[in-house]
Structures are given as C-alpha cells and as structure tokens.
C-alpha cells in the first residue's frame, strides 16, 4: 500500500513528540510543596495579618453585676433646730449608703483592621437600690427647716430615708495602636441620677403627723473620651485593663417637693426645672482569667465622678412647701464605687 509523502512526514513528527513526553518525570508532591511555599503571598497586607494574629474574634460579650455604693454627701442643712440648743438637727453629710448590685452589660464587635476605627461597642449598666435611713429624736425641740420661718414643736422623732438610683448607657467607637495595643475610644453617653429624700415626723403616739418630699432626677446626655489601656498583655491566660474616661455633659435637672398634713396627704406640690453643665470622670479596672478560648472570668473596680448635678440632699436648703428660696441647686455632685463581677464570653 503507497500513502503519500505528507501522511508519512505527519506519522513521523507525533511519534517523536508522544516520545519526548514520556521521557519528562512527573514532580513529587514534597517538591511542589517546596516550591508553593518559597513563593511570596500575594494581594495580603501586613495589618490584616496581624488582626488575625491578634484577635481572631470577631465579637467580644460582658456579662456581669455592677456592685456600688455611694460617698457621703457634701454638707448641706435638712432640719435646723431652734432650741433648746441652735443648730444642724439632720445635715446631709450624715447619710451614710448600703450597697446595691445591678446588671451590667457590654459588647464590642470588631471590624477591619484597615479602618481607623476597627471597632464599636456599648455598655449599660444600672444600681437602683442604694439607700440610707436615719432616725431623729426630736422631743422637747422645736425645729424647722432652712427655708422654714416659723418652728415645729409636736414631733417626737423625725424618720428620713433617702434613696438613690444610677443608670448609665454609652456607644464607643474605637481605635487600636498596633504596637502598644492602646485601644482608645469616644462616643456617645447618657447618665441619669435619680435622688429621693423623704421626712415623716410621729407624734407621742406614733401617729405620723406631716410629711416631706425632695425629689431630683438628672438626664446628662453628652460625648466622652478615654482609653483601654493593657496592663498585662503577654500572659496566655491573665490580662488586666485600666480604662479612664472624661465627658462634658447638657444636664436637663428636674426638681420635685410636696409636704401634707397628716402624712401622707399633699398640701404642696411643686416643681422646676433647669439646664445645667455637668461632667463626668470614670475609671474602671478588669482582672480577667482564661478558663477556656472562648470564656474568661473578671473581676474589677468601678469609681464614677458626677459634677453639675441636682441632689436631694441639697434642696431643702433651697426649696420647701411654696417656697422658692433660691431656686433649684442643681451644682451638687455624687460620688459611686464598687466592685465589678461577671464573665467575659468572645468568639
């Protein structure tokens, strides 16, 4: 059988190149993975590669009690005895505060590391059941309050109990210095103090006689500044924070009183109003210890410093049955310290 020239160039030519390829060795595995692993990563940044090395959570939660108490209050006169002996019957600095747990709440979600701000969060938390009583003899005294013009002499003892309430809600955006880990912040704060100052005066019988009530309740609504600073950062299970925190404020102070007689009845019943600038200083410190990857157990310390604000305390100075003696004192201060406890929860 004769084929052509051009069919038999053809045959010669594949039969060489099927040869060729059969002499070439395939790679090993061992050697492709060399040879992947000597080449550079592509397309990722240093910065997101050590968000990863950092943090690899994406959310962090708190969930605790905040567990304060409440300084002594500044002097102020309550009841003003005019005999036998002139004076202070009840001042204000002479209350002295239980302490009162209630919940506290934060949470951070962690975004981009390539953003200035690489993260959100909040916290809230509240305390509302710090008290303090006081009983006062008053037998054989005539007395009156500091706005008072005429005494009051049918009383035997005088029982007053004062109450104080803390709510504090805030949303942080922050920023985190690489190499120190510094994590600063600013955001959003709202604050509300709540005073409650009441009197009711017993006759020789114990028949409540005549009844007083201050009330004066704080909105602050501002923005806040500060830090998370690490304290211990190279432990595997240990790390300690300190968190210092400063914030300017509009305070919208609302004072409230009434009196009756009998108690328990409302002869007078007032109100006033005022805007007022308020500060607040906060420092808060955290111990927590790993117990797993995902969960830490903390314990901490809160102080909180309020200035600008109404306290109850202060109003009778100022305020009482239809009397607006100077108006409402709304450049009082409060004082709140305690323990922090709960558990610390990140995946």
Not at 149 to 165: A, K, L, M, P
Not at 170 to 179: F, G, I, S
Not at 290 to 301: D, F, P, R, T, V
Request: glycine content about 8%.
């Amino acid at each position: 059988m004769r084929y052509p020239a051009f069919t038999i160039l053809l045959l010669l030519v594949c039969t060489n190149v099927s040869i060729s390829a059969s002499n070439e060795t395939t790679p090993s595995l061992d050697e492709v993975l060399i040879e992947t692993s000597l080449k550079p990563i592509q397309n990722v940044s240093y910065k997101s590669v050590l968000h990863v090395n950092k943090s690899p959570a994406h959310w962090q939660l708190d969930v605790g009690a905040a567990i304060l108490t409440r300084n002594t209050l500044s002097s102020s006169p309550i009841l003003i005895e005019l005999a036998p002996q002139p004076g202070d019957l009840l001042n204000a600095n002479s209350f002295r505060f239980n302490t009162a747990a209630g919940p506290d709440i934060s949470g951070i979600k962690y975004r981009d590391q390539d953003l200035f701000f690489d993260a959100v969060g909040f916290r809230y938390f509240d305390v509302q059941s710090m008290a303090a009583q006081i009983f006062t003899p008053t037998t054989g005294v005539t007395w009156t309050f500091p706005t008072g013009s005429g005494g009051i002499s049918n009383t035997q003892n005088v029982d007053t109990r004062y109450t104080s309430r803390l709510y504090s809600f805030e949303a942080n955006l922050y920023h985190t210095v690489e190499e120190s880990q510094i994590r600063w912040l600013t955001g959003f704060r709202w604050l509300q103090v709540s005073d409650t100052l009441g009197l009711v005066g017993t006759n020789v019988t114990g028949t409540q006689t005549i009844s007083w009530n201050w009330n004066a309740q704080n909105n602050l609504y501002g923005w806040q500044v500060g830090a998370d600073f690490p304290l211990i950062r190279n432990s595997s299970r240990w790390k300690f924070s300190c968190s210092p925190k400063v914030g300017l404020y509009g305070n919208q102070c609302l004072g409230r009183w009434d009196d009756g007689t009998p108690a328990g009845t409302i002869d007078n019943e007032n109100s006033v109003f005022r805007n007022q600038v308020a500060f607040a200083g906060d420092l808060s410190t955290r111990l927590a210890y790993s117990i797993s990857e995902a969960i830490s157990i903390q314990l901490g310390y809160q102080l909180l410093w309020l200035n600008g604000i109404g306290v109850a305390g202060d109003q009778p100075e100022v305020l009482s049955g239809t009397t607006i003696a100077t108006g409402l004192n709304s450049s009082g201060s409060a004082f709140y310290h305690g323990a922090l406890a709960g558990l610390n929860f990140m995946w």
